[in-house]
């Protein structure tokens, strides 16, 4: 299965999140039996970062089929991308908002649908794959298999939103 993950941030200790999510994926095989790319979905106007604060190609492991990053800086080729396809001028320019992270998840999912992806998971940066347990005394953080609870969902469920290709 083609897999997108899609990191939604407007930090740069995004980073830590992201390598969590390495380590979890490895832990229960997702790279061996998927190809996962990643997304960076970035916002620099959350707190007055550069894009270099969201470079991450030094760090991000290797495990990932492809990186791509979407900030402010890249929204104007989406719009000449949705024109190209037909879509109004005006219409392509709400879709693709240049500030707020979460307004890029248009762009995310154009992104997806040209590189082919079967499925998105976003993940907000302040997310950690482990569940807290509580027992009497103690409490303890367990590793979850996230993204495996996401793919049997989408097998049980038939979870998609259908994108027709052209």
Partial sequence: MKILLAITTGR???KDTLDLLVQNFSTFGHFESNSIGV?????CSFLGLRDEDFDYNKRLSKKFSEKIYIGQKHTLK????MKRMGVDE???VILSQSSGYSNKKNLVYLEAYKRGYDIVLFWDDDEYP????IDDENISWVQTDILGAHLLAYKKYSADVFLPRP
Avoid: L
């Fill in 90 to 92: 005006d219409i392509a």
């Fill in 130 to 133: 482990y569940a807290c347990i």
């Fill in 78 to 81: 989406y719009i000449e991308f």
């Fill in 12 to 14: 740069s200790s995004f």
């Fill in 39 to 43: 997304a960076i979905n970035y916002d």
